[in-house]
């Protein structure tokens, strides 16, 4: 369990961050309400919140690297990166990455996915953060879990700005990998 009761305001902090992230009823298909993360980006004082309190959250956690999800994770991943000092690999889709590739494949409610990582961005050991907008089901961050540990790395915790609580994704990832889940801003998913 990660505790926040030492960041100064942090609830009020929190709060500013969620009224940053407006809802969109029936995108992108009717009955959904979507949680738009790009009204978060377009509002410089909620970004820096976000990125802020992030940090203050791990920057005592001695992390080698940060992996982040293709591609608004790499919004979020990248900054947190540079201010904590440690590399930022890159999770993408099939056929992104350049170099040896490593690949988890998960199941999505109508078929599959593959992710991949590049096979020497991580070494046995090295102490992972990973970085994601959203977290829904947990599918995709399942996956991101499995890619770090096919490489013998440490998965530390996984940090969402955004977590949809009613979906099941945090207990997945506690149940089914043993990962501890950090979201700053939780909403029902719909």
């Known amino acids: 369990m990660i505790d926040t009761s030492t960041i100064l305001d942090f609830d009020n902090r929190v709060e500013q961050i969620k009224s940053s992230i407006k ?6 298909i009717e009955g959904i309400l979507f949680r738009d993360i790009t009204t978060l980006l ?22 080698d690297a940060i992996a982040a999800a293709d591609a608004r994770g790499f919004l979020f991943g990248s900054t947190l ?3 904590l000092d440690c590399k930022l690999v890159l999770v993408r889709k099939p056929g992104k990455l350049p170099r040896k590739t490593i690949s988890q494949t998960y199941d999505l409610e109508y078929g599959h996915a593959t992710l991949e990582l ?3 961005s991580l070494k046995e050991g090295d102490r992972v953060l990973l970085v994601d907008d959203l977290l829904a089901t947990g599918g995709t961050a399942g996956a ?4 770090v540990r096919q490489v013998k790395a440490e998965v530390v915790a ?3 700005v955004i977590e949809l609580f ?9 149940d089914q990998y043993n990962v501890d889940v950090f979201s700053l801003v939780k909403f029902p998913g719909h």
């Open 118 to 120: 590049s096979k020497d």
């Open 23 to 28: 809802s969109v009823k029936d995108f992108p």
């Open 42 to 63: 377009e509002d410089p004082k909620a970004y820096k919140q976000t990125i802020d309190l992030l940090y203050e959250v791990f920057k005592d956690q001695k992390i």
């Open 144 to 147: 991101m879990v499995q890619l």
């Open 81 to 83: 990166a540079y201010l």
């Open 158 to 160: 996984f940090a969402f």
């Open 166 to 174: 009613d979906l099941g994704g945090a207990k997945l990832l506690k």
